[in-house]
């Protein structure tokens, strides 16, 4: 059984910030946050490949960090998504992801194999 559970999700002003996070059952060598916007598709965000490698989208350089809790362990993981100067565009489900495969800096839904249940983030004045 594989458990992904994201929070830290919530409603926040143009500018403002939220801090995501998502729980690991295992560890997993890489993992990603996605989101998906109402009509749209889901789209890589960023991800982390082993202690600290990162991608990030280019819509968020700058402005999301992801990172790892305690990134030499191989057991539990926490991953965070720290995001500042949110826009109203940032406005969507987060989606944890993860997988156990070699597969640094993936950035396509189909690299991973396990999925959190989401957590929304709305920004707006």
Known sequence: Q???VESGGGSVQPG???RLSCAASGYFLTM???RQAPGKEREA?????GPGRTAYADSVKGRFTMSRDNP??????I???QMNNLEPEDTAMYYCAAT?????EAM???AYDYWGQGTQVNVSS
């Open 2 to 4: 594989v458990d992904l």
């Open 16 to 18: 403002g910030s939220l």
């Open 32 to 34: 990603a946050w996605f």
């Open 45 to 49: 965000v960023a991800s982390i490949f």
């Open 72 to 77: 030499h362990r191989t057991t539990k993981n």
């Open 79 to 81: 991953v965070y998504l």
């Open 100 to 104: 156990r495969a070699f597969t640094p």
């Open 108 to 110: 396509s839904p189909t």
